[in-house]
């Protein structure tokens, strides 16, 4: 199987995924989503950002490579009764079966930055972009000391190298690297744009619940955790872990949490 494939079924995302609803449609109603646009959404997941743009009007096609996150998706837009979205399974890398110049915006947040073949996403995006369309992606940034690039810091240091060759999803959030990749690609310097926003993780238990979701259903954490188990450290990954949720948590109810994550929003307009 597809190693990223298996990363992202290996949990079920759709528990993370609740804690982070509000920020997806508040993320959509900034990018001025309405009736009449075709939409991309990829590394959709179950739909976090993809529900919010169809109940705006667009005609909305999700894409992930989790066979479990695309059926709870397609589950999830037949609830809202959105005819007008659907989701199926594909590899960002490779965006077969879609046409060129076929969308008005592709919105990829905290999605696409963890497919393979970096260049071939970032060809992939703009290829299936009207000219004039918008390609956004809200990535991860590294060495930032919010929330999630901490996780994936924490989960690195108790997990095994990565393979030869393999190239981190991190570098997503590296401006110069992000141009780099869609100059490569055909858009000019001057066509992308990038402002670093907050997404906020709202969950209506207390920080250690949410530690545990990531634990149990977070692909990156249940192999760092894995790993750490061979060797009798999976206590201090959680200790690690229950500590950074904790301290970054501004809910003023202790029993629920609330933790803003910056990000990397990156804006290309395809040429």
Known sequence: MNPNKALWEKGDFTRIASSMRESGDALVESLGVGPGMKV????CGDGTTAIPEAQRGAEVLGVDIAANLVEAANRRAREFGLANCRF???DASNLEGLADDSFDLVVSIFGAMFAPRPMDVAREMLRVTKPGGRVVMGNWIP???????????ISAAFSPPPPEGFVSPMLWGVEDEVAARFGAAGAP???IAFARETYVFNYPHQPAA???AFRDYYGPTMNAFEAARKDGRDGALLDQLYGLFEAQNTSADKGKTSIPATFLKVTVTAP
Do not use: F, H, S, W
């Open 40 to 43: 991309l959404d990829l590394g």
């Open 88 to 90: 199926q399974e594909g």
């Open 143 to 153: 060495g930032d000391p919010t929330l999630v690039a901490q996780i994936l810091k």
């Open 189 to 191: 310097r001057e066509n």
């Open 210 to 212: 949410l530690v545990d």
